[in-house]
């Protein structure tokens, strides 16, 4: 009976471990819908956090982008300044070289031709006056000689008789 006793105890125990493992299935799937729905939440608070650092991580990057291609704009442009005036200097003393004027000269030149063309149309104008003054006087000077020699016609006319 011993025997017996001692397997009814044991199966007692087999039993009692098997309903303590079942419980604590229950308990853990229990616990798993309680803490289930907390760590969810968790996750997503977790999840926010993250999605917030990086849109500030990443509009701190855009800003700094940005004043990097700012920086390098400015850069490039001083660049292409240096570029451009270098090009033009080596230019100019190739136009030198070969004898063309420059834009100063060429207007220069040109305000010395208006100039000139000024003075040369003042100079046609006091001609032209004086030339009208002179064949005026020539005029008047024609008609006066035309006048004597027609009064001296006719008081030779009246002084010498005529034949009939």
Known sequence: MVAKKKAKELQNDIMDSAHKVWLA???AVAMAEDEGAKFFSD?????KNIEK???KQTKERVEQAR???AGMKTVAESYWETFGR???DKVTTVIHRIGVPTKDEIETLTK???DLTASIDKLRTKEAATARARAT???K?????RATTTKKAATAKKATPTKK
Do not use: W, Y
């Open 137 to 139: 006087t020539a005029k």
């Open 53 to 55: 650092r990086s849109k």
């Open 67 to 69: 004043g990097t291609v």
């Open 86 to 88: 270098t090009i033009d």
């Open 43 to 47: 996750l997503v608070d977790k999840g």
């Open 141 to 145: 000077a024609t008609a006066a000689k």
């Open 112 to 114: 010395k031709v208006e």
């Open 25 to 27: 299935g229950l308990g």
